[in-house]
């Protein structure tokens, strides 16, 4: 999020830094979540001569690969959920808003 931000500051457009900081990120966190997933193999497969361990590192390896889905595809997908309803509501619920976040006199 922090890179589509700093992308969106750069004066990309949403959709162009939705998939230029996606593509940034992708092999960091893919080759991140392979290798430990990799190292907790042997592990997860232990089966009977670990048999407090391997629970819990086939937890680990499937918490880590439905986490690397979810961040590389889902919350950019999100992301752009999120710029649309802001977008839109902005209009709809503009005034409303200012007059909510506006602070006033509260710093007098």
């Known amino acids: 999020v922090d890179f589509i931000n700093q992308r969106r500051s750069q004066g990309l457009p949403l959709l162009e830094a939705v998939v ?13 979540s392979i290798t430990t997933v990799a190292g907790l193999v042997p592990l997860a497969i232990a089966g009977a001569r670990a048999p407090l361990l391997a629970p819990m590192a086939n937890a680990i390896a ?35 808003t200012n007059w909510i976040t506006d602070p006033g006199d509260a710093e007098a």
């Not at 900081?21 to 991140?32: D, M, N």
């Not at 690397?68 to 999120?82: A, E, G, Q």
């Open 20 to 32: 230029e900081a996606s593509k940034l990120r992708l092999r960091p966190i893919f080759l991140t």
């Open 62 to 96: 499937w918490g880590l690969s439905f986490a690397t889905v979810l961040t590389l595809v889902i919350v950019p997908c999100l992301y752009v959920v999120i710029a649309d309803v802001r977008r839109v509501g902005g209009r709809v619920f503009g005034p409303f």
